[in-house]
T-cell receptor, first 111, second 119 residues
Framework: DAKTTQPNSMESNEEEPVHLPCNHSTISGTDYIHWYRQLPSQGPEYVIHGLTSNVNNRMASLAIAEDRKSSTLILHRATLRDAAVYYCILRGDTGGFKTIFGAGTRLFVKA | GAVVSQHPSWVICKSGTSVKIECRSLDFQATTMFWYRQFPKQSLMLMATSNEGSKATYEQGVEKDKFLINHASLTLSTLTVTSAHPEDSSFYIC???????????????FGDGTRLSIL
């Protein structure tokens, strides 16, 4: 399976932007980069995904490096509700099109 | 947005009981559904993948006779934990996506999970 590497945890202040990095140096050309987050005691929630170009939606932005070996999830203004575990996942033919979760990054947001 | 409904939210039952968990996609046709389990302070572990009308594909180490999966329609999948024992206690989460068997470009949507406690 194509692997991703994320920091174990990050901290942010409320109302400030947050940049969550993800390294995926073994990504293949057909792998999509997906981000999900999981709040305590809930199932994961889809955040955003992309292939090559940067993507924006109402929740976040996804910046993908030109060589696709890394990406960054950007939360433009962190709120306390954004405190969660964020998972960066590759989905494509190298992983059997399955969504396999790593350890993710636990984001702490300070008021 | 897309919604996946999972029921029940939590179950407490005696050892030896079989427990059925339902997963429904409410506003889209879920070609593929997934079942995960999650232990405290750990990440999600994929148990099996099912495509509508086909037998589920189980991940290595997951007993297919223990965890029965049925995906009879494009909106419903069920997971039955047969003869449950305390070690089966966990947080079970279903997930669904549209877009065909491969669907790398499709978001995956998750239920809110079922907390199973076996006494």
């Amino acid at each position: 399976d194509a692997k991703t590497t994320q920091p174990n945890s990050m901290e942010s202040n409320e109302e400030e932007p947050v940049h969550l990095p993800c390294n995926h140096s073994t990504i293949s050309g057909t792998d999509y980069i997906h981000w999900y987050r999981q709040l305590p005691s809930q199932g994961p929630e889809y955040v955003i995904h992309g292939l090559t170009s940067n993507v924006n939606n109402r929740m976040a932005s996804l910046a993908i490096a030109e060589d696709r070996k890394s990406s960054t999830l950007i939360l433009h203004r962190a709120t306390l509700r954004d405190a969660a575990v964020y998972y960066c996942i590759l989905r494509g033919d190298t992983g059997g099109f399955k969504t396999i979760f790593g350890a993710g990054t636990r984001l702490f947001v300070k008021a | 947005g897309a919604v996946v409904s999972q029921h029940p939210s939590w179950v407490i039952c005696k050892s030896g009981t079989s427990v059925k968990i339902e997963c429904r996609s409410l506003d889209f046709q879920a070609t593929t559904m997934f079942w995960y389990r999650q232990f405290p302070k750990q990440s999600l572990m994929l148990m099996a993948t099912s495509n509508e009308g086909s037998k589920a594909t189980y991940e290595q180490g997951v007993e297919k006779d223990k965890f029965l999966i049925n995906h009879a329609s494009l909106t419903l999948s069920t997971l039955t934990v047969t003869s449950a024992h305390p070690e089966d206690s966990s947080f079970y989460i279903c997930s669904a996506r549209a877009g065909g068997r491969f669907g790398a470009n499709q978001p995956q949507h998750f239920g809110d999970g079922t907390r199973l406690s076996i006494l």
